[in-house]
C-alpha cells in the first residue's frame, strides 16, 4: 500500500499562534467528541475576520491545544483516512 504524504504543521493553539497561519489554510483541532470530530475546524479567515473565528475557538475550549494545519479539508481527510488506516494496520485488524 502506497503512503500518502500530506503536508501538515502542528502547534499549540494561542492566540498568536493563530494569527501567524496564513489565510486559506485548514485549522484542526486535535481533541473531538469522538474518532473524526475535532471539537474545532475551519478554514482560516481573512485577518478582518480573525476575532470573531478566535472568539469560536475560544467558546469550543480549542485553545492551548495542539492543533493541526492542513492545506485545505481534502487533504485533512487523506490524512485521516491515513491515521486510521495505519492505526488499524498496527493492531492487526
Not at 25 to 38: D, E, F, H, K
Not at 59 to 83: G, S, T, V
Amino acid at each position: 500500500m502506497s503512503e500518502v504524504v500530506i503536508e501538515k504543521m502542528s502547534g499549540k493553539l494561542t492566540k498568536k499562534f493563530f494569527l501567524q497561519i496564513p489565510t486559506g489554510l485548514y485549522l484542526v483541532s486535535s481533541i473531538g467528541w469522538a474518532p473524526n470530530r475535532p471539537i474545532f475546524e475551519e478554514k482560516v479567515l481573512h485577518n478582518k475576520n480573525r476575532e470573531d473565528q478566535w472568539e469560536r475557538i475560544l467558546k469550543c475550549r480549542a485553545d492551548q491545544r495542539l492543533c493541526y494545519i492542513f492545506e485545505n479539508k481534502k487533504d485533512h481527510e487523506k490524512w485521516l483516512k491515513q491515521f486510521w488506516t495505519e492505526k488499524a494496520i498496527h493492531k492487526g485488524c
